[in-house]
């Protein structure tokens, strides 16, 4: 066999081994999330690399120490589960740069880390000005990850004291012109709804690029033809929109009205709306 | 427009808000939601119930306006 044909055949080999071994290692193995990972990823790499391009290497050795290299990362990260120290041991722990807005010099010095460095990665966070860090921690992973001081954190509607209604995951009903059945179910919709939703904005689902639907099945379509324009959801706008007119109609007719058991009427129901306007403003906003 | 004719206009509004809240709540698959819907629902329900008596008490204020 001349050797071009052997690395051919080596390498679709080895690629087909290499991306099985990268499934069984799993999601975290891709991100290199620590040492060990980092060195795997490393080794799996090499071993490949060799027995591709160097024909006279035996392709057999190869397969052993990738099936080598495939159970002990799986043995180290089964036995990370099970104890604490054995993780402290292998993952590393993290290194904490600055407390209580002051720079710890010695463990910076302990992680090699320069002022420049530290800046470096403040600045990575938006963060230019050292004296607006609380906290900050370098990972395992070498990722510095801070805490800004109380009054440096983004606004939240908890900060401004703000009721947010709750926001479920939208399901994608239709990709590509077609309707997924799972999501639709997920929703507890069907496909006769999606057909009628579509019918009332006058579109048909071939047309249909992407549809998504928010958890109180408000359905919003974006089509291939760009040039159409699809109706917006309204139905909560025009909700909000007609409560409030109520609203404001019951206090005329109560400025209005000079009997005074009718003026009352038209007043308490006029308080009674607005505070219903007040309890469901942030579930149609 | 007469008053009577008004508040008829602001009753059938009450009445098509309170539909439109039953239909949200029906479709909205978060309970907090519905929660809000329900409880809007009920409110709005008393406001028609009273508007309700006032439209007919008008009714009778102004028999020649009758529709």
Redesign the interface.
């Known amino acids: 066999m001349p050797g071009w044909v052997e690395i051919m055949i080596r390498s679709v080999v080895f690629l087909i081994v290499l991306f099985l071994i990268t499934k069984a290692l799993g999601k975290k193995q891709m991100s290199q999330l620590d040492i060990f990972q980092y060195i795997t990823g490393i080794v799996i790499g090499s071993i490949v690399a060799i027995h591709v391009t160097d024909v006279t290497t035996n392709a057999m050795y190869g397969f052993i120490a990738l099936a080598v290299w495939l159970v002990i990362p799986i043995a180290v990260e089964f036995a990370q589960l099970k104890s604490k120290r054995f993780r402290n041991i292998v993952q590393g722990k993290t290194t904490v740069l600055i407390q209580n807005g002051k720079i710890m010099e010695d463990n910076l010095k302990k992680e090699r880390y320069s002022t420049d460095d530290l800046l470096k990665e403040l600045r990575n966070n938006h963060i230019f000005n050292a004296r607006e860090v609380e906290f900050a921690v370098l990972e395992p992973t070498g990722k510095v990850n801070i805490l800004p001081k109380k009054e440096n954190q983004p606004i939240t509607p908890k900060v401004l004291g703000a009721t947010v209604?709750?926001?479920?995951e939208p399901q994608t009903v239709v990709m590509d012109g077609k309707a997924l059945l799972e999501p639709l179910a997920n929703?507890?919709l069907n496909t006769n709804w999606l057909e009628t939703e579509l019918a009332k904005m006058n579109v048909s689902i071939e047309n249909v690029f992407l549809a998504q639907v928010d958890?109180?099945?408000q359905l919003t379509v974006d089509l291939y033809d760009d040039k159409l324009t699809v109706p917006e959801p309204t139905?909560?706008p025009?909700?909000l929109a007609?409560?409030k007119?109520?609203q404001a109609?019951?206090e005329l007719?109560a400025l209005?009205?000079e009997n005074q058991a009718?003026k009352q009427?038209?007043q308490?129901?006029s308080e009674?709306?607005q505070?219903?306007i007040d309890?469901?403003t942030p579930?149609l906003e | 427009m007469t008053v009577s004719s008004q508040v008829k206009g602001c009753f059938s509004s009450i009445k098509s808000i309170e539909a439109t809240l039953q239909s949200l709540s029906a479709k909205t698959s978060d309970q907090e939601a519905d929660k809000v819907f329900k409880e809007v629902r009920n409110t709005i329900r008393t406001v028609q119930n009273d508007l309700e008596s006032q439209v007919l008490h008008l009714t009778k204020e102004e028999p020649q306006y009758k529709s």
């Open positions: 209604a709750p926001e479920k929703a507890s958890s109180d099945g139905e909560k025009l909700l007609s409560m007119k109520c109609d019951l007719f209005a009205t009718s009427l038209y308490r129901n009674r709306l505070k219903a309890k469901i579930y």
